[in-house]
């Protein structure tokens, strides 16, 4: 009699061909699930919808702010109902200096804002920052919203300003990729600054640094009086950096 034969295991390839199948499958589905008009999916939670600044937090919101500003007409159509601005021409400075994406911005949410010419980026990030960030912190230790931010300027076509002098390298305000914050007026009329509040140890200057740590979520780089003192009457925004919060 003889002894029985083992049943052959299927090829590696015929596992690796299946396992292939299911991924396909599940990403199809997955795919489907995001772009179907009746998709269960909230749309800050859906990566096919883009950015709004109304749309609550989400581990998926940094990223799709970066999508958003990669485009002019994705971040104006971001900005919609969060931010009053004018789409401008761009703007050609001398040498390397220049607006691309320019806006001549006024608020941002309900917060009026100085009219100032700037970057849509900057835009963007701004309105991000202060209903996600400024608006919550306000009400949380204020008990009111903020009205008026109060700003230095975007564009200025030189170079970056060190301790030591000016350098050779131009500032990201040469290309209106920066803005500079340097207060806010509260509901009711209080003014809180940046030079006389920074480390006033009350309720200013816990508001200021709550809003800084935040900006640091919505700007590529954010500058304090941390920093150093060419920063002490304000806040230094980019919309491009990598990562510096001080």
Not at 40 to 48: A, Q, S
Not at 180 to 190: E, H, N, V
């Amino acid at each position: 009699m003889g002894i029985p034969r083992r049943h052959d295991r299927p090829p590696a390839s015929l596992w690796a061909a299946l396992f292939l199948l299911m991924a396909g499958g599940i990403a199809y589905l997955g795919w489907q699930i995001m772009v179907h008009p009746r998709t269960p999916l909230p749309p800050e939670w859906n990566p096919v919808v883009p950015l709004k600044i109304a749309h609550p937090l989400t581990p998926l919101t940094v990223w799709k702010l970066g999508r958003a500003e990669e485009e002019f007409a994705t971040c104006l159509a971001a900005l919609e109902g969060g931010a009053e601005l004018e789409r401008m021409e761009p703007y050609q400075g001398p040498g390397a200096c220049g607006i691309a994406a320019r806006v001549r911005l006024s608020a941002v949410g309900p917060s009026g804002l100085d009219p100032v010419e700037t970057s849509c980026p900057v835009a963007l990030r701004l309105a991000m920052w202060n209903r996600h960030g400024v608006q919550p912190a306000a009400q949380e230790i204020f008990g009111q919203p903020v009205s008026v931010i109060r700003q230095l300027g975007s564009y200025n076509c030189r170079p970056v300003r060190t301790p030591s002098g000016r350098s050779t390298r131009l500032s990201t305000h040469a290309t209106a990729e920066a803005i500079d914050i340097s207060g806010f007026d509260l509901a009711d009329g209080r003014r809180i600054r940046l030079l006389s509040d920074w480390s006033d140890g009350g309720d200013a200057q816990r508001f200021l640094r709550a809003v800084r740590d935040s900006a640091c979520t919505y700007f590529a780089t954010t500058l304090s009086p941390d920093y150093n003192n060419l920063h002490a009457d304000h806040f230094h925004l980019q919309s491009r950096g990598r990562g510096a919060c001080r």
